[in-house]
């Protein structure tokens, strides 16, 4: 398994109540209508994971996971790779529940989107620099 751990802030202006996907973004969040974001200011892009990670995320086999932490409350977010990722957003990481592919997108047939995660957790990460912990894990079939 390939695992790799970021880090991100929460925004005032985070809703997450997007029905099909959710977005990390290194940009800062301009207003409410990005109701996909999770989490802002991240210290990595799509574009920066390791080849390695990329090479794993580009199978259709791979299965992806990503943990979202914060303050003390976490969940998780699994979908899978696909071999169509091109992986070449140097800001933005988009899971979607969806088979649809970009260069923003992270992961594909995710079990969740924004507007399925806890809102309680929701609540932690619509706090102006609240620290959110972010980890990709992948795993293939060999």
Same mark, same amino acid.
Not at 9 to 19: L, Q, S, Y
């Given at each position: ?7 991100? %802030?929460?925004? @005032?202006?985070?809703?997450? @109540? ?9 940009? %800062? #969040?301009?207003? /409410? ?8 200011? !991240? ?8 080849? %390695?990670?990329? /090479?794993?995320? +580009? @199978?259709?086999? !791979? ?5 979202? =932490?914060? =303050?003390?409350? +976490?969940? #998780? ?6 071999? /169509? ?10 899971? /979607? ?6 260069? $923003? ?8 989107? !924004?507007?399925?995660? +806890?809102?309680?957790?929701?609540? $932690?990460?619509? $706090? ?15």
């Amino acid at each position: 398994m390939l695992k790799l751990t970021f880090y991100a %802030e929460g925004d @005032r202006k985070i809703t997450a @109540r997007h029905p099909t996907t959710l977005e990390i973004t290194k940009e %800062e #969040v301009k207003s /409410r209508n990005g109701d996909c974001i999770i989490a802002a200011k !991240a210290n990595l892009g799509l574009s920066e994971l390791p080849e %390695e990670m990329k /090479r794993a995320l +580009r @199978r259709d086999d !791979a299965d992806v996971a990503l943990w979202i =932490e914060s =303050e003390g409350m +976490r969940e #998780v977010v699994r979908g899978r790779g696909s071999a /169509r990722l091109t992986l070449e957003s140097g800001s933005e990481m988009v899971v /979607r529940k969806s088979g649809y592919v970009c260069g $923003r997108t992270l992961m594909v047939k995710s079990d969740k989107s !924004a507007s399925e995660l +806890r809102r309680d957790l929701v609540e $932690r990460i619509a $706090r102006d620099g609240a620290r959110i912990r972010l980890t990709i894990e992948v795993e293939t079939a060999d």
